[in-house]
T-cell receptor, first 111, second 115 residues
Framework: KQEVTQIPAALSVPEGENLVLNCSFT??????LQWFRQDPGKGLTSLLL?????REQTSGRLNASLDKSSGRSTLYIAASQPGDSATYLC??????????FGQGTRLTINP | DAGVIQSPRHEVTEMGQEVTLRCKPI?????LFWYRQTMMRGLELLIY????????DSGMPEDRFSAKMPNASFSTLKIQPSEPRDSAVYFC?????????????FGEGSRLTVL
């Protein structure tokens, strides 16, 4: 059974810092991995999608990497801003169209 | 496109009442998913549809839960009778075909409180 773990559960950093969020998964047989952002009381917003054949994807200040063999992904946020404060979730897609989610990392950027 | 639209955004009801949650997927998307989010269990897939047909409902907790998709632009999730442990945020999401590689788009969620 696929398990997705995100560590740490919460992270607080000062504005302007570069930071890395971690996601690990137990079964490397995945189709893709997706990073989401969730603001309090809101739905999930897709940030980046990495196909199993890809190593990384970039969007603006965000860069996500994927290492299938080791079962790891990282989300790198450059020059963090208070508006980046949110919960970040990673999810892996396996067969039968199912996404398995991690529990998320709650990120706080302090001005 | 307006994105995935869910209603109601908030629902407070008493134990034993019927609850109906609604979802309009993104136009052209042929996959629709219902998820439930709680603090204890995180996000759980309840059921998903492809071309309006239920494909996997193994995540539906019990017979009190049912979901339908009468057409490509509308789906409902019904709980009857509701119980306090059903309190959660219910999300609808949609994706385009070839969804082994496709991106998933979520609605804003319906926050259900059962007293």
């Amino acid at each position: 059974k696929q398990e997705v773990t995100q560590i740490p559960a919460a992270l607080s950093v000062p504005e302007g810092e570069n930071l890395v969020l971690n996601c690990s998964f137990t079964d490397s047989a995945i189709y893709n991995l997706q990073w989401f952002r969730q603001d309090p009381g809101k739905g999930l917003t897709s940030l980046l999608l990495i196909q199993s054949s890809q190593r990384e994807q970039t969007s603006g200040r965000l860069n996500a990497s994927l290492d299938k063999s080791s079962g790891r992904s990282t989300l790198y946020i450059a020059a963090s801003q208070p508006g980046d404060s949110a919960t970040y979730l990673c999810a892996v897609k396996q067969g039968a169209q199912k996404l398995v989610f991690g529990q998320g990392t709650r990120l706080t950027i302090n001005p | 496109d307006a994105g995935v639209i869910q209603s109601p955004r908030h629902e407070v009801t008493e134990m034993g009442q019927e609850v109906t949650l609604r979802c309009k997927p993104i136009s052209g998307h042929d996959y629709l998913f219902w998820y439930r989010q709680t603090m204890m269990r995180g996000l759980e897939l309840l059921i998903y549809f492809n071309n309006n047909v239920p494909i996997d409902d193994s995540g539906m907790p019990e017979d009190r839960f049912s979901a339908k998709m009468p057409n490509a632009s509308f789906s409902t999730l019904k709980i009857q009778p509701s119980e306090p442990r059903d309190s959660a945020v219910y999300f609808c999401a949609s994706a385009s075909g070839g969804t082994n590689t496709g991106e998933l788009f979520f609605g804003e969620g319906s926050r259900l409180t059962v007293l």
